[in-house]
């Protein structure tokens, strides 16, 4: 009995000491603890004793046992919660603010500066088949982008793939809607090209066009223009359309945009010639509208399509396109 008493006052004596909860735990496993708590093992030792010896032992423990239980309760509440392990051998974690990758910069310019033209902005299906990809858009049948070795096919389907373009969405886009409209779409294209600094199996295209009553390749230069003086962060940007060839569009175009890194003088970006390479255009051929029921002779379009790491390489300079998606903390310069 007296040695109980002398149990207690240690352990209320221990307790005052503790700042921590961590320390308040090991205390308790110290005394409750399931396999070698000082009070449990008290209790295991009662079993050998006799009848009254047990009961008027075993009714005292119970008492300490609750007595401890109230005292732990209460310390445990008093101490701070929140509490920090420093583990001194572990290496500095540098922090840092973070940053937008810059694709992410890339697709907000552009959200910006269509939006701001009154185009919708969508994202699309990644999913298609070979009608929206390829046959609504006025492929031939016999076209080599239509090719298995071209595009990702789903395994075991001669007809659903990864789309290859974002033109996808215009197909989506008259089936669904009457002109006039104005749309983007921003999203994930797939092919099976050989990888290289410019060329990935996954990559961003940001499709633009428009259908209305009279629609130039006028509007579509100005459209493209107010794009590149966005991401360029220049007023005097020009934009040159060369003559090109898109089955879904006639006529169509590459387009060109002066180059603002040498004022047209040439430099490494612009390999020399004054003038920056980025992507396809034209106007929306009228197989592909009428193909939706949208009267060619009444209605007319444009379209582009450009690849967003091509802007963002043009843009930051970014020699290598599997930097995009390596999850390379230095390339984000974190
Ligand atoms: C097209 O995909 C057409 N749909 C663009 C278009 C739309 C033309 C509307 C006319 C009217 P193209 O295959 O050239 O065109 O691809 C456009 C851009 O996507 C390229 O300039 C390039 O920047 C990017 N691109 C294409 N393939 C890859 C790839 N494997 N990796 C990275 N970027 C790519």
Request: charged share 30%.
């Amino acid at each position: 009995m007296e040695n109980l008493e002398k149990i207690l006052a240690d352990f209320e004596a221990g307790l005052k000491n503790l700042k921590s909860e961590r320390e308040v735990f090991d205390f308790e496993k110290r005394y409750l603890g399931r396999k070698d708590g000082i009070i449990t093992n008290l209790f295991s030792e009662i079993a050998n004793l006799s009848i009254d010896e047990k009961r008027e032992l075993g009714s005292k423990l119970n008492e300490i046992k609750k007595r401890i239980k109230v005292l732990l309760k209460q310390k445990k509440s008093s101490v701070s919660k929140i509490e920090i392990e420093i583990d001194e051998d572990a290496p500095e974690i540098k922090s840092g603010f973070g940053s937008f990758h810059p694709l992410t910069i890339i697709k907000k310019e552009l959200a910006e500066v269509f939006s701001s033209m009154g185009f919708d902005i969508v994202e699309g299906f990644e999913v298609a088949n070979d009608y929206y990809n390829f046959g609504a858009l006025n492929f031939p049948e016999d076209h080599p982008a239509r090719d298995m070795q071209d595009a990702y096919y789903i395994s075991g389907s001669k007809d659903q793939l990864l789309r290859a373009h974002t033109s996808t969405m215009q197909v989506f886009t008259f089936e669904n809607e009457i002109p006039p409209v104005r749309k983007i779409a921003m999203g994930k294209c797939f092919r099976r090209d050989e990888t290289d600094a410019t060329h990935e199996h996954t990559f961003w295209q940001i499709e633009g066009f428009a259908v209305d009553e009279n629609i130039t390749s006028g509007n579509l230069k100005f459209t493209l223009n107010e794009m590149f003086k966005k991401i360029l962060e220049k007023e005097d940007v020009n934009v040159r359309f060369r003559p090109s060839y898109f089955p879904f569009v006639e006529p169509g175009y590459e387009v060109d945009s002066t180059c603002t890194f040498c004022g047209g003088k040439g430099c490494r970006i612009c390999k020399n010639t004054g003038w920056i390479e980025w992507g396809g255009a034209g106007m929306i051929h009228p197989n592909v509208l009428e193909k939706q029921n949208i009267d060619s002779k009444k209605f007319r379009g444009f379209a582009f399509g450009f690849g967003i790491e091509r802007m963002a390489m043009i843009k930051f300079g970014i020699k290598e396109i599997r930097n995009f998606h390596s999850g390379d903390l230095r390339f984000l310069g974190v």
